[in-house]
């Protein structure tokens, strides 16, 4: 299998960067009005920025919409250098820093709490690809990883990558790919120093320590060695950020005369590659997010003719892997929660199935080994791993769990031929725990549990999966988080009444949001909260179904359910209304500015990390990064009139009215290719201009990281540790608050 190293995410945060008082400048005569120097003014002092009013509306379908914030949008983007847009950011940011400067003890607090759950000098599990034994460590202190690799006959430890080497003079820093060649010799790996997700790729020859010349510029996505360790498969991506090729680099030509495997001119679908399980093919899929289409090409010769396995049919998604010489394909052609199915390579679209499409289990993926093969899904919601044999389709082994509610899945299987399997298992009590399967034996060996240097005991907490009924009758599941004390904490505290409570959820594309553990959460947890997660629709946590429910024209289903979710809880007796907080990021951030604009009274505190809240507009404008691709899922309101209409009445930009809100922090980051930085912007800069309430707004824009908010595992906490700090602040619980 392809020899990938680990280069998981950093967790979500919010966005942070200071700004000089001589950088300060106010936007217009409006702003220059009310925008003082943060160095100058304390927190009473300082009051928010007021954006210009600028006349500028457009009309679609009949339909006229006034946008005069639309100034905020450079368009020169993806340069920003507009001094007015900058001046305004500049002031946001100024204010952000006077209005919490008050909270800064109690951030750096919270900052220390969370760092003292975290074990500084941690390291992944080793595991055996090849030759080698590959794994990754933090050592104490530092804000990113170092690679490693050891001989599994023995011999000391090689250094792969530093990250923190690559990361020095940089503000921003993510490892994308990184990809080992078959034969270990060579290292190709890509890096982003802005944020922005175009990364440039290297390749270092692990014999002699050196990079070689190649340098593949502006690529998005993995690196795949073929043609016999001599060539890399990638993917290019346009001005526009989207990958709609296959290129192909043979190592020590110029990139000038890479060869172009497959190119697809649907602006709205994208491109990309790998490699069968036993390495023998290389896989080129394509597809936006309902339909795909995928061709086969030998690893060993990969300008060969491809081979079609199907061609696309809207509504159709397939994935496929190839094992000796035969094809295996997971689709939802003829059941909503997927079968999968095996074909012959010579009649690639005629599938038969192996296991049916059910209503109650939901076939989310597989994996192919030399033995057997594993299929991984949900039942009821719950995440299933079952061990499956060639010979009798009916053998089904499944992996069983000890808690009723849980998140577990395969993890990094790089090996075609094994006798275990490496699982990752966690639950909202549980922290993150690995596991090595014994195929045989049908035993658990726990190799890793995540360690909580300042302690932690499970046992005075206790979870719960509720089910809420949602204005339409539907069946909402709700995974809770709380101290068994919890009414001693809140006691304590002064609180009367059930205390506050946290909601989070996402609500899009299908990605369901698992009950798992978090370190960080203790925080709020530790104080009274409770933690919940709402599984709305628009992810797929109970099924397909489940995320269709939530898009297009039943994207409304997605807010419902997180209002009335929120609703239930406080009719159980969990919280009380003005007592949720609620955070949300992306497509999450949208769920924020709709439920604020439904229910804004049940709120005390409300996040938006990076929101999709100018959504007509964005989906509108099709020179923009992903929003061609986006039309499956939100609909498309340049051809659809209906489409528009649906849009514009929930879009939180255009239905923000005058009305008392709750008290909000909003992040953006100014490199953002998925959410642009001028969406949060917009919207606060109309918040400011009809909320009726004296509520506290915040609008904070990294100026020099992207999506993910600022990189570097401790930047980020503090990022958290700031937004905690905000939220307790709010709901009157940091110590010597002055209030909202």
């Given at each position: 299998?392809?020899?990938?190293?680990?280069?998981?995410?950093?967790?979500?945060?919010?966005?942070?960067?200071?700004?000089?008082?001589?950088?300060?400048?106010?936007?217009?005569?409006?702003?220059?009005k009310v925008?003082?120097?943060?160095?100058?003014?304390?927190?009473?002092?300082?009051?928010?920025?007021?954006?210009?009013?600028r006349?500028?509306s457009?009309?679609?379908?009949?339909?006229?919409?006034?946008?005069?914030?639309?100034?905020?949008?450079?368009?020169?983007?993806?340069?920003?250098?507009?001094?007015?847009?900058?001046?305004?950011?500049?002031?946001?940011?100024?204010?952000?820093?006077?209005?919490?400067?008050?909270?800064?003890?109690?951030?750096?607090?919270?900052?220390?709490?969370?760092?003292?759950?975290?074990?500084?000098?941690?390291?992944?599990?080793?595991?055996?690809?090849?030759?080698?034994?590959?794994?990754?460590?933090?050592?104490?202190?530092?804000?990113?990883?170092?690679?490693?690799?050891?001989?599994?006959?023995?011999?000391?430890?090689?250094?792969?990558?530093?990250?923190?080497?690559?990361?020095?003079?940089?503000?921003?820093?993510?490892?994308?790919?990184?990809?080992?060649?078959?034969?270990?010799?060579?290292?190709?790996?890509?890096?982003?120093?802005?944020?922005?997700e175009?990364?440039?790729?290297?390749?270092?020859?692990?014999?002699?320590?050196?990079?070689?010349?190649?340098?593949?510029?502006?690529?998005?996505?993995?690196?795949?060695?073929?043609?016999?360790?001599?060539?890399?498969v990638?993917?290019?991506?346009?001005?526009?950020?989207?990958?709609?090729?296959?290129?192909?680099?043979v190592?020590?030509?110029?990139?000038?005369?890479?060869?172009?495997?497959?190119?697809?001119?649907?602006?709205?679908?994208?491109?990309?590659?790998?490699?069968?399980?036993?390495?023998?093919?290389?896989?080129?899929?394509?597809?936006?997010?309902?339909?795909?289409?995928?061709?086969?090409?030998?690893?060993?010769?990969?300008?060969?003719?491809?081979?079609?396995?199907?061609?696309?049919?809207?509504?159709?998604?397939?994935?496929?892997?190839?094992?000796?010489?035969?094809?295996?394909?997971?689709?939802?052609?003829?059941?909503?929660?997927?079968?999968?199915?095996?074909?012959?390579?010579?009649?690639?679209?005629?599938?038969?199935?192996?296991?049916?499409?059910?209503?109650?289990?939901?076939?989310?993926?597989?994996?192919?080994?030399?033995?057997?093969y594993?299929?991984?899904?949900?039942?009821?919601?719950?995440?299933?791993?079952?061990?499956?044999?060639?010979?009798?389709?009916?053998?089904?082994?499944?992996?069983?769990?000890?808690?009723?509610?849980?998140?577990?899945?395969?993890?990094?299987n790089?090996?075609?031929?094994?006798?275990?399997?490496?699982?990752?298992?966690?639950?909202?009590?549980?922290?993150?725990?690995?596991?090595?399967?014994?195929?045989?034996?049908?035993?658990?060996?726990?190799?890793?549990?995540?360690?909580?240097?300042?302690?932690?005991?499970?046992?005075l907490?206790?979870?719960?999966?509720?089910?809420?009924?949602?204005?339409?009758?539907?069946?909402?599941?709700v995974?809770?988080?709380?101290?068994?004390?919890?009414?001693?904490?809140?006691?304590?505290?002064?609180?009367?009444?059930?205390?506050?409570?946290?909601?989070?959820?996402?609500?899009?594309?299908?990605?369901?949001?698992?009950?798992?553990?978090?370190?960080?959460?203790?925080?709020?947890?530790?104080?009274?909260?409770?933690?919940?997660?709402?599984?709305?629709?628009?992810?797929?946590?109970?099924?397909?179904?489940?995320?269709?429910?939530?898009?297009?024209?039943?994207?409304?289903?997605?807010?419902?359910?997180?209002?009335?979710?929120?609703?239930?809880?406080?009719?159980?007796?969990?919280?009380?209304?003005?007592?949720?907080?609620?955070?949300?990021?992306?497509?999450?951030?949208?769920?924020m500015?709709?439920?604020?604009?439904?229910?804004?009274?049940q709120?005390?505190?409300?996040?938006?990390?990076?929101?999709?809240?100018?959504?007509?507009?964005?989906?509108?404008?099709?020179?923009?990064?992903?929003?061609?691709?986006?039309?499956?899922?939100?609909?498309?309101?340049?051809?659809?009139?209906?489409?528009?209409?649906?849009?514009?009445?929930?879009?939180?930009?255009?239905?923000?009215?005058?009305?008392?809100?709750?008290?909000?922090?909003?992040?953006?980051?100014?490199?953002?290719?998925?959410?642009?930085y001028?969406?949060?912007?917009?919207?606060?800069?109309?918040?400011?201009?009809?909320?009726?309430?004296?509520?506290?707004?915040?609008?904070?824009?990294?100026?020099?990281?992207?999506?993910?908010?600022?990189?570097?595992?401790?930047?980020?906490?503090?990022?958290?540790?700031?937004?905690?700090?905000?939220?307790?602040w709010?709901?009157?619980?940091?110590?010597?608050?002055?209030?909202?």
């Amino acid at each position: 299998m392809l020899r990938l190293i680990s280069t998981s995410a950093l967790a979500f945060g919010l966005a942070a960067t200071t700004f000089a008082p001589a950088a300060m400048a106010a936007t217009s005569e409006d702003s220059a009005k009310v925008t003082k120097s943060a160095a100058a003014a304390t927190a009473g002092e300082i009051k928010p920025p007021v954006a210009a009013k600028r006349p500028h509306s457009y009309t679609v379908h009949g339909i006229t919409v006034e946008d005069p914030y639309d100034w905020l949008y450079d368009k020169s983007y993806p340069t920003v250098d507009d001094k007015d847009v900058l001046d305004h950011l500049k002031a946001e940011n100024a204010y952000f820093e006077a209005k919490m400067e008050g909270q800064k003890a109690l951030t750096e607090a919270l900052f220390k709490e969370m760092r003292a759950r975290i074990k500084e000098d941690d390291s992944t599990v080793p595991q055996k690809d090849g030759d080698y034994l590959y794994w990754s460590e933090f050592e104490e202190g530092a804000q990113y990883r170092k690679h490693y690799r050891k001989p599994v006959a023995g011999g000391e430890r090689e250094l792969l990558i530093d990250e923190n080497a690559m990361a020095e003079g940089h503000e921003y820093f993510s490892l994308g790919a990184a990809s080992v060649s078959q034969n270990g010799r060579f290292l190709a790996y890509s890096t982003d120093t802005t944020g922005g997700e175009r990364y440039t790729a290297r390749i270092k020859d692990l014999q002699t320590g050196e990079l070689l010349p190649d340098v593949i510029e502006n690529l998005r996505g993995g690196l795949v060695w073929v043609a016999n360790d001599t060539a890399l498969v990638y993917g290019p991506s346009t001005e526009e950020w989207r990958t709609l090729e296959a290129k192909l680099h043979v190592i020590g030509t110029p990139t000038a005369s890479d060869v172009t495997l497959y190119k697809e001119e649907d602006q709205s679908f994208g491109v990309g590659s790998g490699l069968s399980a036993q390495e023998d093919w290389l896989i080129i899929s394509t597809g936006d997010n309902e339909t795909s289409e995928v061709r086969l090409v030998p690893a060993a010769n990969p300008t060969a003719k491809p081979i079609l396995v199907k061609a696309r049919q809207k509504g159709v998604e397939y994935g496929v892997d190839i094992r000796d010489g035969e094809l295996w394909v997971w689709t939802n052609d003829d059941h909503i929660n997927f079968r999968l199915a095996k074909a012959k390579l010579e009649t690639p679209g005629d599938w038969q199935t192996v296991i049916a499409g059910s209503d109650e289990f939901y076939l989310t993926g597989f994996e192919l080994f030399k033995d057997f093969y594993v299929t991984e899904g949900r039942l009821n919601g719950l995440d299933q791993i079952q061990l499956r044999s060639y010979a009798d389709a009916g053998k089904i082994t499944p992996i069983t769990f000890p808690e009723a509610s849980y998140t577990a899945g395969l993890s990094n299987n790089p090996e075609y031929d094994v006798n275990t399997l490496r699982l990752s298992y966690q639950s909202m009590v549980t922290p993150g725990t690995v596991y090595d399967y014994d195929i045989k034996t049908a035993k658990l060996t726990t190799l890793k549990t995540q360690e909580i240097p300042s302690g932690y005991d499970p046992g005075l907490y206790t979870t719960e999966r509720l089910t809420i009924q949602a204005r339409d009758g539907t069946m909402v599941p709700v995974s809770l988080l709380m101290r068994k004390d919890r009414a001693e904490i809140l006691k304590k505290a002064g609180i009367k009444g059930p205390g506050p409570l946290h909601l989070y959820a996402y609500g899009a594309y299908g990605y369901a949001i698992p009950p798992g553990f978090s370190t960080s959460r203790l925080s709020l947890v530790d104080r009274g909260f409770a933690y919940a997660i709402a599984h709305i629709r628009g992810g797929d946590d109970l099924g397909r179904r489940w995320y269709l429910q939530g898009k297009l024209f039943e994207r409304m289903n997605t807010f419902n359910d997180f209002v009335d979710a929120g609703r239930g809880l406080i009719a159980k007796g969990y919280t009380a209304e003005g007592m949720v907080t609620a955070s949300g990021g992306s497509a999450g951030g949208e769920l924020m500015g709709a439920v604020i604009n439904q229910d804004p009274a049940q709120y005390g505190a409300v996040v938006a990390h990076v929101p999709f809240v100018d959504v007509v507009n964005t989906m509108l404008n099709e020179k923009l990064p992903l929003t061609p691709g986006e039309w499956q899922e939100w609909g498309n309101p340049i051809t659809d009139k209906a489409a528009f209409a649906y849009m514009l009445s929930y879009s939180p930009y255009d239905q923000a009215v005058a009305k008392a809100y709750p008290p909000m922090l909003v992040t953006a980051g100014l490199n953002d290719p998925r959410v642009t930085y001028w969406e949060p912007a917009k919207w606060v800069a109309k918040l400011r201009e009809v909320k009726t309430d004296d509520n506290l707004l915040l609008l904070k824009t990294n100026m020099g990281a992207g999506h993910g908010g600022q990189s570097g595992r401790w930047n980020s906490l503090k990022e958290t540790a700031e937004e905690f700090a905000f939220i307790l602040w709010q709901m009157g619980m940091a110590p010597k608050s002055e209030g909202k």
